[in-house]
């Protein structure tokens, strides 16, 4: 079966639409999903999927069972394992000593406005650097991501839905995939 990662935005956070991750897991995997674990409270998973399911259909389908069993519905964001992978790989960033705390990468849900990178430009400090990679929205905060007056407001320059999380959150679920 093939290996699927989805990140779900605005669960568990500050208290808030709490969604307990061994229950969620078992749910799915009475759902048909296969060897489910997830990562870390926030809403990330790893699983296995019959082939015929596109990644649209499956966040659709995560957001409605999360719904149904918690009564919270949060945007499922669904990729590939090779796109994931690859998202990963291609961080601009990767370089940096601090990667794996000060990296983050939003994740889009459509087509970014262009005139978006114009405001996160001007948003910038010296320090940090940011770069649109196709659906994935690379920023490098060496200060701490609560610093950042550009992270605060990605989403909004962007006028698309995202999700954002950490390198070092990425590398964990690629090594629960592998483990």
Not at 12 to 22: D, E, H, L
Not at 105 to 132: I, M, N, Q, R
Request: proline share 6%; hydrophobic share 40%.
């Amino acid at each position: 079966m093939p290996h699927r990662i989805s990140l779900l935005r605005g669960i568990n956070v500050g208290g808030r639409n709490i969604v307990p991750m061994k229950p969620l897991c078992a749910m799915l995997t009475e759902h048909g999903y296969g060897d489910v674990k997830s990562v870390i409270q926030s809403g990330n998973l790893v699983f296995d999927v019959p082939a015929k399911r596109s990644d649209a259909a499956l966040a659709t389908e995560i957001s409605d069972l999360i719904e149904k069993g918690f009564d919270v519905k949060p945007r499922a964001f669904v990729l590939k394992e090779d796109a994931f992978r690859s998202t990963i790989e291609d961080n601009p960033f990767a370089d940096r000593p601090d990667a794996e705390k000060s990296v983050h990468f939003w994740f889009l849900d459509g087509k970014p406005a262009s005139s978006g990178l114009k405001k996160l430009e001007e948003l910038k400090t010296d320090s940090e650097s940011f770069e649109l990679k196709g659906p994935v929205f690379y920023l490098h905060a060496p200060d701490g991501i609560g610093r950042s007056k550009l992270a605060e407001v990605v989403e909004k320059a962007l006028g698309v839905p995202t999700t954002a999380r950490k390198l070092s959150t990425l590398l964990k679920m690629l090594a629960l995939r592998e483990g």
